[in-house]
């Protein structure tokens, strides 16, 4: 619904911030532990988890007993549904819960875009090098993996033929097909769809941007490769990542054009950074915590370091050894920089599992909802995003800089809504 009434307070302070400020006016949110957003990050703040067995089961070094894999699964949705369907159940509960989350009503369709973040294939490629190519002699290896190469690119071309178009079908959305836009990647890759939405919204070519992604880790194909390349956490293995799925969606909208719709803004989305590493998960390089330290510096410019507060940080650390050990080498540089690095941490992946492409618009929804129901206890928030891949990621969540109760009295972070 949309409360941001013509002389609501929100809207009278909103007129104070630059027009061409970025806003974040609406959230859209489906997860293992919530139908929407509210209830998702309700339940991540509360500690709740939600494990099902999943189908691979892995026998026990000890005892020799079969046990099912753990992971988080949206069973309510996607039981019985797997690839472009399982993702297409996902993606319809997070986009119908924003729309009604913020508002938008059909005559801002036209200037409305969709920036969508699905999985890439990385982990389809190094598994099949790693694993599926060994199986074959070294002179048919080539026309294999041409085979492969083939299949893939005509699976991601009736992707991108259908799966928007059937996703705002859904939804009543007619939105143009110039302003649909794909890319493909893990969680760091976020960042630059992030950039790419509020290059459009400055640029004017759009009024408003929906950003989002969504991913499954538990799907069948996925689970299976991520498991055999020995990224998951099972009885044998202590460390590792638990599976998850999600979907999450995010309304980018400059000020002047949440004004002109009486939008109530929730957040402000501050600088947005992205750098790529010089090698990945398996390259054998080691990974030194350079880039994220780099995307994160960029954040800060200079002059502006000491003024912004950061008393909170969300970040991806989902159980990998090599994750942590590159995050902590970035928390040095950092501190030597005399850069934020906040004790406190919301790990993405603790509540959800493992999300892969919906981790960056997931971080945005905790951080947000934080500051509405003010728990976040800081004016603003670093989200880092590690990935598999190359790329690495930043941006900054700002809390708005009024935030009143219904008796119109200012409160220092946020409204209870």
């Not at 143009?176 to 070519?205: D, I, K, M, N, W």
């Not at 941007?209 to 880790?217: A, E, F, K, N």
């Not at 999600?246 to 109530?264: H, K």
């Not at 880092?384 to 009024?402: H, K, N, V």
Request: proline share 6%; hydrophobic share 40%.
């Amino acid at each position: 619904m949309n409360t941001g009434a013509p002389n609501s307070p929100a809207r009278s302070q909103g007129s104070a911030l630059p027009g061409s400020t970025i806003a974040i006016t609406g959230l859209g949110m489906v997860s293992a532990i919530g139908p929407d957003v509210a209830s998702s990050c309700a339940s991540a703040r509360a500690g709740l988890t939600r494990w099902r067995e999943l189908d691979i089961q892995v026998t026990e070094e000890d005892t020799l007993e079969a046990l099912p894999l753990k992971g988080q699964e949206v069973s309510s949705l996607t039981l019985g549904f797997e690839g472009f369907a399982r993702w297409l159940r996902l993606g319809d509960a997070a986009l119908r819960d924003l729309l009604e989350h913020s508002g938008l009503e059909r005559s801002t369709f036209a200037q409305t875009g969709i920036h969508l973040q699905l999985p890439g294939t990385w982990l389809e490629e190094v598994h099949l090098q790693g694993s599926l190519l060994d199986r074959f002699p070294e002179g048919a290896r080539e026309r294999i993996r041409r085979g492969f190469d083939a299949e893939r690119t005509e699976k991601r071309e009736q992707l991108t033929r259908r799966f928007l178009p059937e996703l705002l079908a859904l939804n009543q959305l007619p939105l143009a097909p110039r302003t649909q836009v794909y890319a493909f990647g893990g969680a760091a890759t976020f960042c630059q769809v992030l950039t790419r939405a509020v290059e459009a919204l400055r640029s004017r070519s759009l009024e408003r941007c929906i950003v989002g992604g969504i991913d499954s880790w538990v799907d069948g194909e996925t689970l299976t490769q991520a498991y055999e390349m020995g990224l998951l956490r099972t009885p044998n293995r202590p460390v590792g990542r638990f599976p998850g799925e999600a979907a999450a969606f995010v309304l980018l909208e400059r000020v002047d054009a949440a004004r002109a719709r009486g939008a109530r803004i929730e957040a402000l989305l501050g600088p947005v950074t992205s750098t790529v590493e010089a090698g990945h998960r398996f390259s054998g390089r080691p990974l030194t915590g350079a880039a994220l330290f780099e995307a994160i510096t960029t954040c800060f410019p200079e002059g502006a370091r000491q003024a912004e507060e950061v008393g909170l940080s969300i970040v991806n650390l989902n159980g990998d050894e090599p994750r942590s050990r590159e995050y902590g080498y970035t928390l040095v540089r950092l501190e030597e920089a005399g850069l934020p690095t906040s004790s406190r941490r919301w790990y993405v992946p603790e509540h959800f599992g493992e999300i892969g492409a919906a981790t960056g618009a997931v971080a945005i929804c905790m951080g947000v909802r934080g500051f509405m129901r003010r728990y976040a206890r800081s004016p603003s928030i670093l989200v880092s995003l590690l990935d598999d891949e190359l790329p690495r990621g930043a941006f900054l969540l700002r809390d708005i800089p009024w935030r009143q109760d219904e008796a119109g009295v200012t409160a220092p972070h946020g409204r209870q809504s």
